[in-house]
């Protein structure tokens, strides 16, 4: 079973990386690959480019066998959708291979608005990842169809390569990259929300407003 799980990433932080270790017990699979998307569709500019988020990641990975990174919407020219990189991958693993994608509530609760919504759930299982804030709309598009894709275990989606849509639970840290970024534009230090190399290159490079002269 091949996860992905796709964000801006603008910075990597622990909340991500927790996610995804919890991904791999809760899913039973050996490791879960991180997609950075390149030009959101859904937001405005990122606080760091492409490249630098990919760095980011790097160094927050360096050492773990249970993550790695996917750079393939970087390689790609223009928007990052998921229905293009569902495909690609569709075409890579072949038809039979289960293909599961994981995205949050606040997401999945917009989903009816990404590009070519409508063929994602043939071409990948979807794992929601409850986070804080509004359930889904009762009678919205996203709850409709989790209410008729939804299976009850994580074991059902290797069965098949994609159509389910599994709800999780999992613990999660309260870090978010915004708060970040407010943080160490405020001059504050954003140290143990995310691995030390990755503070420190944003803080060497000057990332998001980090001083690079300055050892907070
Ligand atoms: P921003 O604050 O810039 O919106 P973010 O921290 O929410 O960023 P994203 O890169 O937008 O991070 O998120 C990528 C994925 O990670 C999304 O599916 C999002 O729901 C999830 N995610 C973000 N923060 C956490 C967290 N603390 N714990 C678990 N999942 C998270």
């Known amino acids: 079973m091949h996860v992905i799980y796709g964000g801006t990433f603008d910075p990597?932080?622990?909340?991500?990386?927790?996610?995804?270790?919890?991904?791999?017990?809760?899913?039973?699979?050996?490791?879960?690959?991180?997609?950075?998307?390149?030009?959101?569709?859904?937001?405005?500019?990122?606080?760091?480019?492409?490249?630098?988020?990919?760095?980011?990641?790097?160094?927050?990975?360096?050492?773990?066998?249970?993550?790695?990174?996917?750079?393939?919407?970087?390689r790609r020219a223009g928007a990052s959708y998921t229905a293009d990189t569902l495909r690609q991958l569709r075409s890579e693993l072949g038809a039979d291979a289960p293909?599961?994608?994981?995205?949050?509530?606040?997401?999945?609760?917009?989903?009816?608005?990404?590009?070519?919504?409508?063929?994602?759930?043939?071409?990948?299982?979807?794992?929601?990842?409850?986070?804080?804030?509004?359930?889904?709309?009762?009678?919205?598009?996203?709850?409709?169809?989790?209410?008729?894709?939804?299976v009850e275990a994580g074991s059902a989606l290797s069965d098949r390569p994609a159509g389910y849509i599994l709800e999780l639970a999992p613990p999660l840290l309260d870090i978010s990259a915004t708060a970040i970024r407010e943080r160490i534009a405020g001059g504050r230090s954003p140290r143990y929300l995310m691995p030390d190399p990755v503070w420190f290159e944003i803080r060497r490079l000057g990332l998001y407003g980090a001083c690079p002269a300055r050892n907070f």
Do not use: N, Y
């Open 12 to 74: 990597v932080h622990h909340g991500h990386l927790r996610l995804a270790l919890e991904l791999c017990d809760r899913l039973a699979v050996d490791r879960v690959s991180l997609v950075p998307c390149h030009i959101p569709p859904h937001r405005g500019d990122t606080g760091a480019t492409s490249g630098q988020r990919l760095r980011l990641l790097e160094l927050a990975i360096a050492g773990e066998p249970q993550l790695c990174l996917d750079d393939r919407e970087l």
């Open 99 to 150: 293909l599961v994608m994981v995205v949050g509530t606040d997401a999945f609760a917009g989903f009816d608005r990404w590009r070519e919504w409508q063929c994602i759930p043939d071409l990948a299982h979807i794992v929601v990842v409850r986070r804080p804030g509004p359930p889904l709309a009762p009678d919205s598009v996203p709850a409709r169809l989790l209410a008729k894709r939804r």
